[in-house]
């Protein structure tokens, strides 16, 4: 049993900001500071490294300025080693208990804020006690989507809510370089060399200042640390081998439509051989830890969603192999990602009739739809093919559609479909 001086230095080491302070990231701040004003359960999830935990500790030191006692915020990381022995729910609640007890003022409020709380079994039961008792402000974060899917869904339906968090967008990381890109062009010359920095290393704010090498390193460590944390201790996954080839094989055909009987193929080339079911799982493991994301073909000529064909794409730019001659699909997978936060996920398909005819992206708003196009360099001899099936889209199902690109190599043009240089329509 933890005492309880190591009880108040697990709360202190969880709760450290430390010395370097990045982005703010407002809007995720403001909803957390929202969040305060009500006593439903505050889940904050997203992939490894993103962020969530800084985001927890920015809100622990404001509550702090606002007058709530140090001893009130009960914030605890239970990767730290001083909680190792907690893995059940009764061991969490005799910390708890401990707590209670030893720590805190219990005749004012009370925050709690669990990190990576999924290493607990079982804590939902001892989260929705403490839920219904009415008197505690509960926040919750982990890295695996079953913090939201599974234990909180079932057990917490209807007491909770979410706030997904993820890697750095290009305006958080011009932020923090302090470059100011209200004005595009009085600033383009800054903005355009941190575009090639984010094209090629995305968003993890931990690997913003490592060179190349050490930035390959890093996100090496950080697969492997998925594989061995989120996944492998989470599902008793046995073939690990075949675990990260499964990753290894998507993100090497990131925006291309895969089958689950493709890539069991492409595995038995390489003498590896899986069954469908094993793979379908092993996606549904890296999917859970906010890796990989799965988008779903949208039939724009029938209007409807096939769950069968599939693309996949990365939760960031850096774990996207290769050089030059991946930065098509570095760029499809930035766009897609901007997708999803501007439009959520459940509003983002890729479009594909019957033909073969294909849209990069599908996009649902408000009843209407948006159609997107995404090529590095929009030219003379691929303009045809790009405008060609946005057309085709539109006949289908009107809305709008624009073509994004990074270089723009057309000598003539003459379109009803605007096109926009990916990084001014980032901003």
């Known amino acids: 049993m933890i005492s309880v001086h190591e009880l108040r230095q697990a709360i202190a080491e969880s709760q450290t900001l430390g010395t370097d302070v990045p982005v703010e990231r ?123 899917s599974g234990e909180l869904s079932s057990s917490l339906s209807g007491r909770s809510l979410s706030l997904e968090i993820k890697p750095f967008s290009f305006k958080e990381y011009l932020d923090f370089l302090k470059i100011n890109f209200k004005d595009y062009y009085s600033q383009k010359q800054k903005i355009d060399k941190a575009f090639a920095f984010y094209l090629l290393r995305g968003g993890i704010y931990e690997q913003f200042k490592l060179p190349e090498l050490l930035a390959r390193n890093y996100h090496e460590g950080l697969v492997r640390k998925i594989i061995l944390d989120d996944i492998i201790k989470r599902y008793q996954v046995d073939n690990v081998n075949v675990l990260k080839e499964t990753f290894e094989f998507v993100r090497g055909n990131v925006t291309s439509p895969l089958s689950l009987r493709k890539i069991v193929g492409r595995l038995e080339e390489q003498g590896i051989k899986v069954s469908v079911t094993t ?60 997708l999803v936060r501007i439009y959520g996920r459940e509003n983002v398909f890729f479009g594909k009739n019957e033909n073969g005819y294909e849209v990069d992206f599908v996009v649902k708003k408000e009843g209407k739809f948006l159609c997107f196009q995404v090529c590095l360099n929009l030219t003379d001899e691929n303009s045809k ?17 624009a073509i994004l690109y990074l270089d723009n190599a057309l000598t003539a043009l003459s379109s009803k479909f605007p096109i926009k240089q990916v990084v001014e329509w980032l901003l």
């Open 279 to 338: 793979i379908k799982n092993y996606l549904r493991y890296w999917g859970s830890a906010y890796a990989i994301e799965k988008l779903t073909k949208f039939d724009y000529k029938l209007s409807r969603v096939f769950a069968r064909t599939a693309k996949y794409y990365l939760v960031d730019n850096l774990f996207i192999s290769g050089r030059e001659e991946a930065n098509e699909k570095r760029l499809e997978n930035l766009v897609y990602n901007e």
């Open 26 to 148: 407002k809007d995720y701040f403001s909803w957390l500071n929202q969040a305060t004003s009500n006593h439903l359960i505050k889940a904050i999830v997203g992939f490894r490294r993103s962020g969530k935990s800084f985001l927890l500790k920015m809100l622990s030191q404001s509550l702090i300025k606002k007058g709530v006692p140090y001893t009130n915020i009960f914030y605890l990381n239970f990767e730290n080693d001083l909680l190792k022995e907690v893995k059940t729910v009764r061991e969490l609640r005799q910390i708890w208990e401990l707590y209670q007890r030893e720590v805190s003022d219990i005749n004012k409020p009370i925050f709690i804020f669990w990190d990576e709380v999924q290493l607990v079994q079982n804590w939902e039961k001892l989260v929705r006690s403490l839920y219904e008792q009415g008197k505690y402000n509960i926040f919750i974060s982990g890295s695996n989507s079953k913090l939201l």
């Open 385 to 401: 093919r790009e405008f060609g099936n946005l057309e085709l889209a539109q006949k289908h199902l009107g809305g709008e559609g």
